[in-house]
């Protein structure tokens, strides 16, 4: 190892800190700061995100004990030294300390340039460790799910099945991102079979089914599978209406028209929108239903003043929820930013920015939520003829997450940067990790 003399790293900062005002003035993303940095300075990874953020190392250590405190634990005996120790690579954090610094600087551990932190991140970013294996992943290599509709075999039909079908439901929304889209769902197929095999007269258990269909759904759109989605939906649909279950029926019609006008069929997606809002019964749901359905429609029929007025209800109905409910069923600030973002790409780049950024914030690093928030920024730099920082958050999901791991419709909005960025040399990289 080399020994940096102390005025030389004081020179180091200060150039670093030149790059990033220059390219904060140019209003390029974090990651193009951090980019530029360590390509042009003899800086480590790690120490680059702090300077690509302008943070002092106090500042971090601070940022670190804060973040254990919201996990409800002690802060840490984290302190300037070590992280200077760490950034010049005299010493290497734990992992624990090594994923705490990840979140903070809003990147997978794996950028941070620490040798030991990699190859942690399982299905979709989260940091447990999955199969890794050669061909299709099967549900047998993920005992905890198949277990579930294991127990509900081995219960059979009579008397607490009802209430261990719900608890499957629980199970499989919660842990939705967990797994393979292909593999949940042979789960979630074969549990929901079970039930249709046992006993499905009683209203809860034709509810439960119904749920179940719903998760058939989600999965179906997010493997690709739009005539599967479409009938599963269908199907939570109809069984939310027969039973009087509102919530169920509203988002099942509102899944329905996502994934319609995910086929550009926008006059049928607003169609749906309508029966769905018939059905929301309270304002966290109707911020949802318009969100979801109403503003890419009239994004992209052109028309600009009910799109304004959609995005003017959605905020009324979002900012009078007395709650928020992040997960497969629910909706939070997260979700709500990231489809104003999607709504407004077109029609004013730099606001639809501001809702991608604010989405990112609010999710998980290697979330699919993140995914789709970081991907329509990239698209918003594309569109204000930026194709660089594009490419380089394009890049950033497909560090995160595989390309074969991604959700069918972030990797379609990958696709759609691609054409966005028509060609320019920027744009290898992303093409080749596509595999287009």
């Known amino acids: 190892m080399v020994t940096v003399s102390r005025q030389t ?41 702090r300077l690509a953020y302008g943070w002092s190392r106090p500042h971090v250590v601070e940022a670190v004990g804060e973040l254990y405190q919201s996990d409800g634990l002690a802060v840490p005996g984290l302190t300037t030294a070590m992280l200077c120790r760490w950034e010049h690579g005299n010493s290497r954090p734990s992992s624990e300390y090594g994923h705490a610094l990840a979140r903070i ?5 794996a950028r941070l340039g620490i040798p030991q932190l990699r190859g942690l991140t399982g299905w979709y970013g989260h940091l447990t460790p999955h199969p890794r294996q050669e061909g299709p992943m099967q549900p047998d290599a993920y005992p905890d799910l198949t277990a579930v509709a294991d127990s509900i075999a081995l219960n ?75 009938i ?86 979002m900012d009078a929820a007395d709650r928020e409910e992040p997960g497969r069923f629910g909706f939070d600030r997260a979700e709500f930013h990231q489809h104003l973002a999607e709504a407004l ?31 329509i920024l990239a698209r918003t730099y594309a569109t204000r003829r930026d194709p660089r920082n594009a490419s380089v958050l394009g890049m950033s999901v497909l560090e995160t997450v595989p390309a074969g791991s991604l959700r069918a419709n972030t990797r379609a909005r990958l696709f759609h940067l691609v054409d966005d960025l028509d060609g320019h040399p920027a744009a290898g990289d992303l093409v080749e990790a596509l595999g287009v």
């Not at 004013?348 to 989405?359: G, L, V, Y």
């Open 156 to 230: 059979g039909p009579g008397a607490g099945t009802v209430d261990l079908a719900e608890r499957a439901v629980e199970f499989y929304a919660a842990r939705y991102s967990d797994y393979p889209p292909r593999v949940l769902a042979a789960e979630v197929a074969r549990c929901r079979s079970l039930l249709i095999n046992g006993n499905t007269t009683s209203m809860d258990m034709r509810r439960v089914v119904g749920w179940l269909s719903g998760l058939l759904g989600s999965l179906g759109h997010h493997t690709g599978d739009v005539p599967a989605s479409l």
């Open 9 to 49: 790293r004081a020179q180091l900062a200060r150039d670093a800190s030149r790059i990033r005002a220059d390219l904060q003035r140019r209003g390029a993303p974090v990651a193009a700061i951090h980019a530029e940095i360590t390509r042009h300075l003899p800086i480590s990874p790690l120490e680059g995100w």
């Open 345 to 375: 790409l077109d029609h004013d780049s730099s606001e639809s920015a501001r809702h991608a950024e604010t989405s990112i914030r609010l999710k998980r690093v290697g979330s699919p939520g993140w995914a789709a928030a970081t991907t």
């Open 105 to 109: 600087y809003g990147v997978p551990s």
């Open 232 to 317: 599963h939906f269908g199907t939570a649909a109809r069984v939310g209406e027969e039973l009087g279950e509102r919530r169920l029926a509203a988002w099942a019609l509102g899944a329905q028209s996502m994934v319609t006008m995910s086929q550009d069929r926008r006059t049928e997606a607003l169609e749906l929108a309508h029966q769905a809002e018939a059905f929301a019964d309270d304002d966290l749901q109707r911020a949802q239903i318009t969100a979801w359905c109403r503003l890419r429609p009239l994004a992209a029929l052109g028309d600009r003043a009910r799109l304004d007025d959609a995005i003017t209800t959605a905020r009324r109905h």
